[in-house]
């Protein structure tokens, strides 16, 4: 059947913006009396407040998960910040504790190498940089699933959830090369370095998250006074070399 009444009333921001109208409808003639019009009327703004409302509550919503996401990630570098990766690698330990399983969960510990030199010889803006460069690295060498965050200035933490033994063995290896591959594609006058401690959670309730954290912390400061090592070494070998090379040319008296 047709429609043989209408009446509307405009819904009108405060704006002074339209954005619809309130109408009744009937299939028979009608007349609306003053009153009935007003309270058409009140009910469009009544209307006209709740979508306004229910507009300002999605756009608060929407800032306030934009804020929590700020504040659990690093700026510079896109990562979770500590703060948002102690919140999620809580969850994780949580669930992996929470039955038993043939995979293992990991957490990592990175160190950049020589990002003071950097700094001071190249600027901030260049250690910056470099920061970010090594976390691109990080995500290249990690799982998508993989909790990855700047632990803060040239510290990085990461938690391997849901992994193999073997896979989470090898990574220092794959870290190695996705480091070696950078350094030589990049133009950068500096190498990025990273060193590396790990340490696997245990299935029982005796070792925190913080207790495993500092455990990988103290491995990779193992590993990078083994680095820092082998580079004195190898200067070493070159300078001895060099010299070697100096005497030999040298005229017999």
Not at 19 to 36: F, M, N, S, W, Y
Not at 145 to 153: E, M, N, S, T
Not at 211 to 238: F, Q, W
Request: net charge neutral; glycine share 6%.
């Amino acid at each position: 059947m047709g429609i043989a009444f209408y009446a509307g009333a405009p819904l009108v921001t405060r704006g002074k913006y339209a954005i619809g109208t309130l109408c009744v409808i009937d299939h028979k003639p009608r007349a609306l009396q003053a009153e009935q019009l007003q309270a058409l009327e009140a009910l469009a703004r009544q209307l006209t407040l709740r979508l306004e409302l229910r507009r300002m509550t999605k756009l608060l919503a929407e800032a306030n998960d934009s804020l929590e996401h700020l504040s659990l990630t690093d700026q510079l570098t896109g990562l979770y910040n500590q703060r948002g990766f102690m919140f999620h690698a809580a969850q994780q330990l949580k669930l992996f504790r929470s039955r038993p399983s043939d995979r293992s969960l990991w957490v990592i510990f990175a160190d950049m190498d020589g990002l003071k030199a950097i700094n001071d010889t190249y600027g901030h803006d260049e250690g910056s940089a470099a920061i970010c460069a090594a976390a691109d690295i990080l995500r290249q060498t990690l799982r998508d699933a993989d909790i990855i965050a700047r632990q803060g200035g040239d510290e990085f933490v990461a938690m391997l959830p849901n992994t193999h033994d073997e896979v989470a063995e090898r990574l220092p290896e794959r870290l190695e090369a996705n480091v070696a591959s950078h350094n030589t594609a990049s133009r950068k006058p500096y190498p990025i370095g990273l060193s590396l401690g790990m340490a696997k959670i245990g299935f029982d309730e005796s070792e925190t998250l913080e207790d495993v954290i500092r455990i990988a912390d103290t491995r990779m400061y193992e590993n990078k006074a083994v680095r820092k090592g082998s580079k004195r070494s190898d200067r070493k070998s070159t300078r001895l070399n060099s010299s070697h090379t100096d005497i030999s040319r040298m005229p017999s008296s």
